[in-house]
């Protein structure tokens, strides 16, 4: 993914105070990604918030949009399609329900369905 898109941020580390960067500085992109609102349930359709790089980075981007902890679950938030805009405008890149999942997995982040319900006791 290129860098420098209007919805990446970026963590510099080993920079000195001049601005050089050191041999083992690297850039990573913000990695915070939001599918579409197609979810629907509780009377309104639901966007899924996830992070393809940790589940830390997910909460921190989270905690910073206000987004109640209560709609965490396991590997994503759930979000109300009335805030998917704003999220956006935060800096989640959108991206469609297939590439959140396909991305979600191969970072290793994905709950499985049968990991889900076992964390539920079914």
């Known amino acids: 993914m290129p860098l420098g898109r209007s919805n990446e941020r970026e963590s510099r580390v080993g920079t000195d105070p001049s601005g050089c960067r050191e041999p083992a500085a690297y850039t990573l992109p ?3 990604l939001i599918d579409p609102p ?3 349930k509780h009377g309104t359709v639901w966007s899924h918030l996830v992070s393809d790089r940790s589940i830390e980075e997910l909460v921190a981007f989270a905690d910073r949009a206000g987004i109640p902890r209560r709609g965490f679950d396991l ?3 759930d979000v109300p399609a009335e805030r998917y805009d704003e999220l956006v405008a935060a800096g989640a ?3 469609p329900a297939r590439d959140l999942v396909r991305r ?4 290793g982040l994905r709950v499985t369905p049968r990991e889900r319900r076992a964390s539920l006791g079914r």
């Open 30 to 32: 913000m990695a915070v």
């Open 38 to 40: 197609l979810w629907p």
């Open 75 to 77: 590997d994503h938030y």
């Open 93 to 95: 890149e959108p991206v």
């Open 104 to 107: 979600l997995a191969a970072s």
